[in-house]
């Protein structure tokens, strides 16, 4: 439809029809027979039949036949047949699940993160979805945040900026295709106070522009078409109706011309905080600041008329929050096809074929990330002959998924029990369950969050001495152990990120054994790991690997893959040190030495227990001969850095080469270490290559005391290295 019938579309609909394209609802309520509908969203949110009639978009209704009935009964009721918008969560994948986007962060590799996105679109288009509420590029720092695990950058700006630029080119290249990303959560959301859904955040305006905002600019500039606001303040002031950073940053300033859309509830929310007096207000302030659909409220539905009426805004206002959504239904071509890709048959081709499972498993591979490995006891050889115990909670368990994976198939999901049932031989297999991952009374208290059932578990210590006796036949215990998949995601904040107890206790009684213990933790969030450790020959950080995670597992376990993740959060050694990471500022008496009047902790470690960019390999890579070929950078000339790297093993392998730069004196207090580029190479056998990286001045800028982005002249040092500890450092000048 081109422009000028969109403009005469605009002018033929009622102010009732603009309003209700501003508004979205959940599938299930649309999906209620109609003799229910009168029980059903007018009395949960009392929403006007006009509005019902004429509302704009969908939010988390799947599979095609789905869609198609929906949007035809809407379309048979609808007076001027504008179609229906489909919105989903698809997080890190919609049956073929994909590792947590924390974990895909940690391959350090644009294709993983591309192509993990690829392939959870493209099942997700078949079933129906026009957008997708990914990729979600929060910069967060405290491991407390239950969120963390849809984090795609974790704690880095730099990855940040690249890992969303994959993701929005994998849904939006291909124009036939028919979805766009919505980028979340605008802004600062993984900054929130104590590491606790929803909370207060407050920063300055240099440190709001040199770490959150560039992935939001990357995203503008990478042509995403919708933007999801976060659910906390910023600077006293809800980011859902704060004018400063939607009108004034978002639109003005970056030149955003797309959708913005509240998060569930939001603008409502903004009662509860004590900046909108009524829902009327609520619905001033939001549309004034430029929100455009409201999500799962009726403050827009039951106010924005009242509001024209009166001659609070203007009836031009509505109309330019409905054309950009117009806009959007055009480019995706729903006046012409209101299905979209929605396709039932290429749903059961394409849906968790062994093609995409395949695939799944070659990718979860690249996100494991290899934690210790003492004396080389991994790879394991299925030739020796020698007895294995399997033996956990996770051992035999199919929530290998995350909480956000909302249309997982738990039953297609294959257990590391299965998979070892597989490759080795039956009577050199034992297994025990050990614990549950929660003991009674923490689960239940889980799942009445949850509003789920409570259940009733096993005597644990039983548990316990069954997996010491079946532990005591055998030469090699492999122990999966984590946190409850519930301990993650959304309303997940812990206090305390330590292992279970139980399990805790578990492996305590095992260690008693002097058996050799390989350990596999299943996690959403950088857990405190210091006594598992200490405690096993080996420890693999297997995140929650999705649909083909235990084949993943195996495949690192035996060498058929060589591990290459690195974290993209710092691990901290105890919860207290959170929030924790590698690119903080020095005060005046920095930690280094154990002097008492320093920056410090008493009765605590001060650094991180697994620094950020850490990650083992069956390889082992040596670093050397770093050199600059000049001491010199300026804006006319940059400065080549190269390094040598050898693989002094025998095995293929993958490293990945990091560097990070230091401005050693500047206007304003700098970071320790910035990351400001890596290189992701493999390997062969002894092989040794000459990395080289170019240092520009764009690497060297800042915003200073004026928030002028610039690069001061002065000394810096720049470090290249296996991970954010352990480098080689050099200096140099910039004029």
Same mark, same amino acid.
């Given at each position: ?41 007018? &009395? ?210 970056? %030149? ?115 934690? !210790? @490995? ?8 299925? @030739? ?18 995350? !909480? ?21 031989? &039956? ?61 993650? %995601? ?39 790991? &210091? ?99 000049? &001491? ?20 293929? %392998? ?75 450092? !050099? ?5």
């Amino acid at each position: 439809m081109i422009q000028e019938k969109l403009e005469d579309l605009i002018k033929k609909m009622t102010l009732e029809e603009k309003i209700g394209q501003l508004v979205q609802i959940k599938g299930e309520i649309i999906l209620m027979e109609s003799k229910e509908i009168s029980t059903g969203p007018y &009395k949960i949110f009392k929403l006007p039949k006009e509005v019902y009639a004429n509302v704009g978009s969908i939010l988390n209704l799947i599979e095609s036949k789905n869609i198609k009935k929906v949007q035809d009964e809407y379309l048979s009721n609808n007076r001027l047949k504008i179609p229906l918008l489909f919105m989903n969560d698809i997080i890190n994948g919609y049956k073929t699940i994909l590792p947590i986007p924390l974990a895909q962060g940690c391959s350090w590799d644009e294709e993983i993160v591309y192509n993990c996105a690829k392939l959870s679109i493209e099942e997700a288009r078949v079933a129906g979805v026009n957008v997708n509420f990914s990729p979600m590029i929060d910069l967060v720092r405290d491991a407390r945040w239950g969120r963390v695990m849809e984090s795609i950058c974790g704690e880095d700006v730099l990855l940040s900026q690249k890992y969303t630029k994959s993701i929005i080119k994998a849904y939006q290249e291909n124009n036939k295709d028919k979805t766009v990303a919505c980028v979340k959560h605008f802004i600062g959301y993984g900054a929130v106070e104590a590491g606790r859904d929803y909370n207060t955040v407050d920063m300055s305006e240099r440190e709001f522009r040199q770490y959150y905002l560039p992935a939001f600019k990357v995203a503008v500039d990478s042509g995403v078409q919708m933007i999801m606001t976060s659910f906390n303040i910023m600077n006293g002031i809800p980011c859902t109706i704060n004018k400063k950073l939607l009108k004034n940053i978002l639109r003005e300033e970056m %030149g955003f011309k797309g959708i913005i859309i509240s998060d569930y509830s939001a603008i409502e929310e903004t009662i509860i905080h004590g900046v909108s007096k009524d829902k009327k207000e609520a619905a001033y302030n939001a549309i004034t600041a430029g929100i455009d659909i409201d999500m799962m409220t009726n403050v827009y539905a039951t106010n924005l008329e009242k509001l024209v009426k009166e001659k609070v805004i203007s009836e031009k206002l509505i109309d330019e929050a409905v054309m950009r959504i117009l806009n959007l239904k055009n480019k995706l071509g729903l006046f012409e096809n209101p299905y979209g890709n929605a396709n039932e048959e290429k749903e059961k081709k394409i849906i968790m074929s062994e093609q995409n499972l395949q695939k799944a498993r070659n990718l979860t591979t690249e996100t494991i990330v290899l934690l !210790e @490995n003492k004396n080389n006891i991994l790879p394991l050889n299925i @030739n020796q002959n020698k007895k294995i115990a399997l033996i956990g909670p996770y051992a035999d368990n199919r929530d290998l998924c995350g !909480e956000w994976s909302i249309y997982a198939e738990s039953s297609k999901v294959k257990t590391l029990k299965e998979v070892l049932q597989q490759r080795i031989q &039956k009577d050199k297999l034992l297994f025990a369950k050990g614990c549950d991952v929660l003991e009674e009374n923490e689960l239940n208290t889980l799942l009445k969050l949850k509003g789920e059932e409570t259940k009733k578990l096993g005597n644990q210590e039983n548990y316990i001495k069954e997996a010491v006796n079946i532990a005591k036949q055998a030469d090699i215990i492999i122990l999966a152990i984590g946190e409850h998949y519930l301990q993650s %995601g959304e309303a997940s904040s812990r206090a305390n990120i330590e292992i279970p107890k139980i399990q805790k206790e578990l492996l305590r009684q095992l260690k008693k054994l002097n058996k050799k213990i390989i350990t596999v933790v299943f996690n959403g969030r950088p857990l405190i790991l &210091k006594e598992i450790a200490e405690s096993t020959e080996a420890l693999i950080e297997a995140w929650l690997p999705g649909t083909e995670g235990a084949n993943a597992i195996s495949d690192i376990i035996f060498g058929d893959v060589n591990p290459s993740g690195k974290i993209i959060m710092s691990f901290p050694q105890v919860s207290s040190q959170c929030p924790i990471y590698y690119n903080h500022y020095n005060t005046g008496r920095p930690h280094i030495n154990d002097e008492k009047f320093v920056s410090r902790y008493q009765d605590i470690p001060t650094e991180s227990y697994y620094p950020f960019g850490f990650g083992l390999s069956y390889s082992n890579f040596i670093y050397s001969n770093l050199k600059l070929s000049s &001491k010199i950078c300026s804006h006319n000339s940059d400065i080549e850095v190269t390094v040598a790297v050898k693989n002094n093993s025998s095995r293929i %392998g993958k490293e990945v080469i990091q560097l990070y730069i230091q401005d050693l004196y500047a206007s304003v207090v700098r970071p320790v270490k910035e990351l400001k580029n890596f290189k992701k190479l493999s390997f062969e056998p002894y092989e040794k290559k000459q990395i080289s990286f170019k240092i520009t001045e764009e690497m060297l800028k800042f915003y200073n005391e004026d928030l002028e982005y610039i690069a001061e002249k002065g000394e810096f040092k720049v470090f290249i290295g296996t991970n954010s500890k352990d480098l080689l450092e !050099e200096t140099f000048e910039y004029v």
